[in-house]
C-alpha cells in the first residue's frame, strides 16, 4: 500500500472503532458507508452513555427531537430523570423508524400489485 492508501485505511479503522464494529449500518436506514455513521446517544450524552449506530441525517433528526425533551433539572440527573430522558429518546428512535416501515410496507404492496399485473398481462398474452 502506498502512503494515501495507508492514510485511507487508518480513518476507515478509527472510524469503525469508534463505532464499536467492524460492519456498521445505521439501524433506522440501513446506510452503511462508515464515513456517514455515528453514534447517537438516546437519552442525550447528559443522561447516558448508551448509543445507537446512525447516518448522519438520522442522527441530525435524532438529535433535533432531543431538543423538545424536557431540560435539565438542576444539578445532577436523577435516576427518574436518566430513565425518562431514555425512554423519551427510545419514542422519538420509534418515530422516526415507524415512518421508515411505512414507507417499505407500502413499497412492498406496490412492488406486489405490479407483479400480480405483469403476471396477468403474461397469461394473457
Known sequence: ?????????KRRQNRLEKLGTQRPVCCR?????????EAH????????DDTVIVCRNCHRKL???QKDHP????GDPTTFERIGHFLLGLADFFILLAKKLTEFGLWLIEQGSRAIEAWKEARHA
Do not use: Q, V
Open 1 to 9: 500500500m502506498n502512503t494515501k492508501e495507508l492514510a485511507k485505511e
Open 29 to 37: 436506514c440501513g446506510e452503511h458507508d462508515d464515513r456517514c455513521l
Open 41 to 48: 446517544h438516546i437519552a442525550g450524552r447528559a443522561y447516558a
Open 63 to 65: 438529535s433535533d427531537a
Open 71 to 74: 431540560h435539565p433539572l438542576d
